[in-house]
């Protein structure tokens, strides 16, 4: 009879290990099926809310979805979760909002270019009565919409004091800009930045703006435009850059070039990378957005949207990393 007990108990296992793979297999087609690195939170909440993040990989996107995701789970909610990257990153934000619409999710969480479509989408979802945190203040013209994220009128003023730090004892500190997004004079936020550093200049800052080119895609990137500025600026002092790539390609570019001593960088969304060049003098300081925050305070902003009254504009604190307080840094 030994034999037949181990032929049941053989057979069992088999059986055991046949099921699990197959769920497995469904559970991967399942994944698939959504693409573009998407991913379901599958957390059993009354609420289900979609997260669509065209995020160039930024520290600020990551950090920010990381907030979205843990205030899901304090909220009870299911957070459905889009990373989208170029190539044709428009047209999948688009359709992603489209699809979220459809299904009638409870709220929206969605970061895209300000393209014609993109508005028309959330404007759509909007009018269909589903509550949406826009990644992007010029987005918020509608009802049912919010923004919530860095103030960059105050962003601007911050970043004039702290080049003018960075330019030392310079009577007069020549600064370059380096803005990322849409071209200069179309993006609000970049244009809402550049008001609040040039009021802080009126101030009294001793700050001569040389320049504010853009990086509006990958083919130009921050290392061509900092080439760039070294050699039509030279006598440049500082370079002000607007997200973590762009603060470590121009820093890496000024170490290429031997510049080290004579150009400094003032960033944004610090990064433990980042230190190493604030130790040899490249960064001056950084301004931290607090993308985690931010995440997490959008996912408050649309669990409440339908109880409580609340502005449309959220800002979220920033915080300067130097030298100083580089250390205490997670």
Same mark, same amino acid.
Do not use: W
């Given at each position: 009879m030994k034999w037949l007990y181990k032929t049941v108990l053989i057979l069992l296992i088999f059986a055991v290990a046949s099921s699990a793979g197959f769920i497995l297999y469904l559970f991967d087609k399942i994944n698939s099926a959504y693409g573009d690195k998407a991913a379901y939170d599958l957390g059993r909440g009354f609420k289900h809310f979609s997260l669509i993040l065209n995020s160039g990989d930024e520290k600020y996107w990551q950090d920010f979805k990381e907030g979205v995701i843990e205030a899901g789970k304090a909220y009870n909610t299911a957070i459905e979760v889009h990373l989208i990257s170029e190539p044709e990153s428009n047209?999948?934000?688009?359709?992603?909002?489209?699809?979220?619409?459809?299904?009638?999710?409870?709220?929206?969480?969605?970061?895209?270019?300000?393209?014609?479509?993109?508005? &028309?989408?959330?404007?759509? =979802? @909007?009018?269909?009565? /589903?509550?949406?945190?826009?990644?992007?203040? $010029?987005? *918020?013209?509608?009802?049912?919409?919010?923004?919530?994220?860095?103030?960059?009128?105050?962003?601007?003023?911050?970043?004039?004091?702290?080049?003018?730090?960075?330019?030392?004892?310079?009577?007069?500190?020549?600064?370059?800009?380096?803005?990322?997004?849409?071209?200069?004079?179309?993006?609000?936020?970049?244009?809402?930045?550049?008001?609040?550093?040039?009021?802080?200049?009126?101030?009294?800052?001793?700050?001569?703006?040389?320049?504010?080119?853009?990086?509006?895609?990958?083919?130009?990137?921050?290392?061509?435009?900092?080439?760039?500025?070294?050699?039509?600026?030279?006598?440049?002092?500082?370079?002000?850059?607007?997200? &973590?790539?762009?603060?470590? =390609? @121009?820093?890496?570019? /000024?170490?290429?070039?031997?510049?080290?001593? $004579?150009? *400094?960088?003032?960033?944004?969304?610090?990064?433990?990378?980042?230190?190493?060049?604030?130790?040899?003098g490249v960064i001056y300081g950084v301004i931290d957005r607090n993308g985690y925050s931010a995440g997490r305070k959008s996912v408050e902003v649309l669990s409440n949207a339908a109880n409580t009254f609340q502005t449309d504009c959220v800002y979220i604190e920033t915080e300067i990393v130097t030298t100083i307080n580089a250390d205490e840094q997670n």
């Open positions: 047209i999948k934000t688009v359709e992603y909002i489209n699809i979220a619409n459809k299904s009638k999710v409870d709220g929206i969480i969605v970061n895209g270019d300000n393209t014609p479509e993109y508005l &028309d989408a959330i404007l759509a =979802a @909007a009018k269909g009565g /589903i509550n949406i945190v826009v990644g992007h203040v $010029e987005s *918020v013209d509608s009802s049912g919409l919010y923004y919530v994220g860095t103030n960059y009128y105050a962003y601007g003023q911050q970043a004039a004091r702290l080049i003018a730090r960075a330019g030392g004892d310079k009577k007069q500190v020549n600064a370059a800009v380096i803005l990322s997004g849409q071209e200069s004079g179309t993006d609000a936020q970049s244009n809402n930045m550049l008001n609040g550093l040039k009021k802080e200049i009126e101030g009294g800052k001793q700050i001569n703006v040389l320049c504010t080119p853009s990086r509006t895609n990958a083919l130009l990137g921050a290392e061509d435009l900092t080439k760039s500025i070294l050699y039509e600026y030279p006598d440049v002092d500082v370079i002000f850059c607007m997200n &973590d790539k762009d603060t470590m =390609a @121009a820093a890496k570019e /000024i170490v290429r070039r031997a510049r080290v001593g $004579e150009v *400094v960088i003032v960033g944004t969304d610090y990064t433990e990378e980042m230190k190493y060049y604030m130790d040899i």
